[in-house]
Each structure stands twice: as C-alpha cells, then as structure tokens.
C-alpha cells in the first residue's frame, strides 16, 4: 500500500467506530478522529472496558458455583468493567488490535 492509498484508507475510517486493544488488556471504544506518525490514535466519545479483577472473579465464582451445585449448571459469565472516557489519546505503543465496527448493512456485498 503506497502513502495515497494509506492516507485514503484512513480517511475512510474518520468519524468510524473502532475497537482498540491494548497491551494492558484494556479495549477502547470510540469514533476516530485522527492520528500522527507515531501511530497515537484519538478517539472520542469513548468508552473503556476492562477484564473485572481476580479478586471479584474469585468472589463471582464462589458464590456462582454456589448456585451452580443447587442448580447442577457449570456455566459461569462476569461482564468486563466500563467506564466514559470522551476525548483521548491512545498511545501506539501500547496498541495491540485495531477493528472498524461494521455491521452486516455496511458490508459488501
């Protein structure tokens, strides 16, 4: 991919949803807006989700494991923390995974 096409391509993906995993584990969910030379992306009205901590899984799991011998099920889900951010930066050292939120609709066909 040459700099037109790259430059093209991420002016496609202005004002898209993205997906940002890092290398902490953290996801980032927001519109792009723009990034350098150094790979920092900005996104804003983001939200950032976070893998709860081992001492509430250790917690969940005790009392779903609770429930699960009464109700003799083995399956047990905890939801990943959230919280608004709004306007940031996302260091491109620390990125791991970027993915455009597409939805089947905006898919080629």
């Known amino acids: 991919m040459d700099k037109d096409e790259a430059q093209a391509y ?4 202005l004002n898209k949803n993205l997906r940002i995993t890092t290398t902490d584990g953290r996801l980032f969910w927001g519109s792009f807006k723009c990034t350098d030379p ?3 992306v900005v996104l804003a009205h983001t939200y950032e989700y976070r893998q ?4 509430r899984v250790r917690r ?3 009392e779903e494991q609770e ?3 009464a109700e003799g099920s083995t399956t047990v889900a905890l939801d990943m923390t959230s ?4 306007l940031i930066v996302v260091p491109g050292h620390h ?3 970027m993915e455009l939120e597409q939805f089947a609709s ?4």
């Open 60 to 62: 969940h799991l005790a």
């Open 106 to 109: 905006q898919m080629a066909q």
């Open 38 to 40: 150094d790979s920092n």
């Open 67 to 69: 429930a699960a011998a």
């Open 95 to 97: 990125i791991v995974k």
């Open 52 to 55: 709860p901590s081992d001492e």
């Open 83 to 86: 919280r608004y951010l709004g």
């Open 10 to 13: 991420l002016q496609s993906l």
